[in-house]
């Protein structure tokens, strides 16, 4: 799987010194595992807190003020764990919050977004396949993103409705979830597409399907590396990267929700034996989210 992206970055001020402290990881629920599967071998030291909002999922289907609501708290949330630094490793939480995170969150912060740059760079036909949310297609971030670095290439983008639960429920490779997979997929290849931008962290545990599905057809444009990276390099500029060389403990996993359905993915694709404690991070108050 290819892993290449152009993620959000900026040091912001009043970032914590204590470079022991944990990195904190969130996503509208378990996507973000993929995120923290290339933390962990990028950054083999850190310590680790991931929050999953399942209580919440998915994002894709929610309206912004609620997207923005659910990410200031669990990043508030974090904050008050102790993170120095955050990744917001949810496609359309960054899509629709990240600025207003970035105002008011006194720690850096890595974003995710769809690879749309790396990949008209890599396609030979110029024709792109896009797999993402409604949310993170419609938002104005993806289309800058579009308008910046598409060039020549036709872009074919494509909402995965029902992905994202499909995930969340730890189906990976049922007959329904890949009669659903191909009818998204198969219009692309019939355009001509020979790139597949996966624009949601939940996507790449559907890997191995999409592969199934079209074969060797397809390079995919995942973002979960080149994020981590994009993290070790912040960390390294704001002198915050753990200098303790010995293994870092095991990452902390919460949930808003029962936490099962992460236990089972974290094991069966990560190969993590966890427990997952239960978090109730209320949403903030209508006041508190008028930006």
Known sequence: MSAVAAPSL???AGAPSDASAPVGIFDSGL??????RAVRAVLPHERLIYVADSLHAPYGERDDAFIVGRTMAIGEWLVAQGAKALVVACNTATAQSIAHVR????IPLVGVEPGVKPAAAVSKSRVVGV???????????FQSLLDRYAGDCRFVCQPGHGLVQAVERCDTSSPELMAL??????????????????????????????????????????????VARQLERLLGASALKNPDASPAVAPRFFSTADGESQRQLAASLLRIEMSVEHVDIPARSAESRTL
């Open 10 to 12: 900026q040091p912001n």
């Open 31 to 36: 996507g973000g595992l993929s995120v923290l």
């Open 103 to 106: 105002e008011r969150l006194a």
């Open 131 to 141: 797999l993402a949310t409604q949310v993170t297609l419609r938002s104005a971030r």
């Open 181 to 226: 997979l191909e009818s998204y997929l198969k219009p692309m290849l019939d355009a001509g597409a020979d790139t597949l931008v996966l624009g949601c962290t939940h996507y790449p545990f559907l890997d191995r399907a999409i592969r199934d599905i079209a074969g060797e057809r397809l390079h995919i444009v995942d973002t979960s590396v080149a």
